[in-house]
């Protein structure tokens, strides 16, 4: 679904980071992308999630400190999986979980300090990094988003469609490198999202011990 373009959310102005862990309990909201379409999120220590042939994300702000995040560490757990999809394919990616990295150059972010999700939408300057577990690829492969403007988002792989419980540590400069050919701006936003209406699956999954660095 467009999770790439719903995932542009926020923002503010972009300083030197110092980094540290994310907080479930607070902060978090959801985004529905169909009236009638929608996960079920409990916040709390981690984020947990049922997704039953339906798509949304919750997503918040970065707070002033981690602007500057250059990395990233998490874990997260399926209990029950979407099957393999092509991640790269419009209208037919399912996947477990997505955990979305939102960034705008240095030099905007102070103007679009308020702006909403509407007002981002399709904005030329925000690149969007997901990590996702699900499709049948392989770990770290970067895969163009099908949604949105050409070369504003891309999904990297890490785990294919099935169960488990698994850590995870990304260099957010090197796949921001890989994927945009440049070093990344200003980390605004975070959304984890889990997608199951395209196969009509179920997804019951949780993320925690997000740690920015």
């Given at each position: 679904m467009r999770l790439l373009l719903a995932s542009?959310?926020?923002?503010?102005?972009?300083?030197?980071?110092?980094?540290?862990?994310?907080?479930?309990?607070?902060?978090?909201?959801?985004?529905?992308?169909?009236?009638?379409?929608?996960?079920?999120?409990?916040?709390?220590?981690?984020?947990?999630?049922?997704?039953?042939?339906?798509?949304?994300?919750?997503?918040?702000?970065?707070?002033?400190?981690?602007?500057?995040?250059?990395?990233?560490?998490?874990?997260?757990?399926?209990?029950?999986?979407?099957?393999?999809?092509?991640?790269?394919?419009?209208?037919?990616?399912?996947?477990?979980?997505?955990?979305?990295?939102?960034?705008?150059?240095?030099?905007?972010?102070?103007?679009?300090?308020?702006?909403?999700?509407?007002?981002?939408?399709?904005?030329?300057?925000?690149?969007i990094i997901q990590y996702a577990w699900g499709g049948n690829h392989s770990r770290g492969q970067v895969i163009p988003s099908p949604y949105g403007p050409r070369g504003q988002g891309v999904t990297i792989a890490l785990r294919q469609a099935g169960t488990g419980s698994h850590n995870e540590n990304v260099d957010l400069a090197a796949d921001y490198a890989r994927a945009f050919g440049s070093a990344p701006g200003a980390l605004v936003g975070l959304a984890v999202s889990g997608d199951s209406d395209d196969t009509s699956s179920i997804i019951r999954a949780a993320i925690g011990n997000l740690t920015l660095r």
């Open positions: 542009a959310l926020i923002l503010s102005t972009a300083v030197p980071a110092l980094a540290g862990p994310v907080s479930f309990s607070n902060g978090w909201q959801e985004q529905r992308l169909s009236l009638f379409s929608s996960n079920d999120y409990s916040f709390g220590n981690n984020l947990s999630m049922v997704s039953d042939g339906s798509v949304s994300i919750a997503w918040t702000r970065v707070g002033q400190a981690d602007w500057g995040t250059r990395g990233a560490t998490w874990n997260w757990t399926v209990d029950q999986s979407v099957p393999p999809t092509n991640l790269g394919r419009k209208g037919g990616d399912d996947r477990n979980l997505s955990l979305y990295f939102v960034f705008v150059p240095d030099a905007i972010a102070p103007s679009l300090q308020g702006a909403n999700i509407r007002s981002l939408l399709g904005n030329k300057d925000v690149r």
